[in-house]
């Protein structure tokens, strides 16, 4: 990607971003322990218009993680086209989560977690806060959302 002369502006930004939540696949999902130990890895994801949807192990120490604080910052793209959302976490067991929600992860990834080995668990995280930029040049105005309120 090459350095734009004129940055984006908000609305394009926006756009940019809710068309990249409908056809990306995987995005990085950061969490963190009671003891502050940060955890990284990458999810598929679906994303419902409203909320993201996520399935990982409850046990493992993403799902437990999400589960335990409630938060975690997603993030999409490389160094030179960021998009982060910060996001508040619900956990639903794969036998209590929305059918609809499950069945578009399934229809999204080609698998279903329900169908898996036992101790699946969905997380729905509802953004709060969205940042998006290319590079320096877009670091000024990059905050799209703030307090579950678009601000553009």
């Not at 080609?110 to 670091?139: C, I, M, N």
């Amino acid at each position: 990607m090459k350095v734009r002369e004129v940055p984006r502006s908000p609305g394009q930004r926006k756009s940019d971003v809710l068309e990249r939540w409908g056809s990306e696949l995987d995005i990085w999902v950061a969490s963190a322990g009671a003891d502050g130990a940060p955890c990284l890895v990458p999810l598929w994801f679906v994303w419902d218009g409203e909320a993201f949807w996520l399935s990982t192990r409850a046990t493992n120490p993403t799902g437990r993680n999400l589960r335990d604080s409630g938060r975690a910052r997603l993030a999409l793209g490389h160094t030179r086209d960021v998009v982060l959302v910060d996001g508040a976490v619900e956990t639903f067991a794969a036998d209590a989560v929305p059918a609809a929600a499950a069945d578009a992860f399934a229809r999204r990834t080609g698998w279903d977690p329900r169908r898996s080995s036992k101790g699946y668990a969905y997380f729905r995280v509802t953004p709060e806060a969205v940042q998006a930029w290319h590079e320096e040049h877009e670091l000024q105005g990059r905050h799209l959302m703030r307090g579950g309120e678009w601000v553009v």
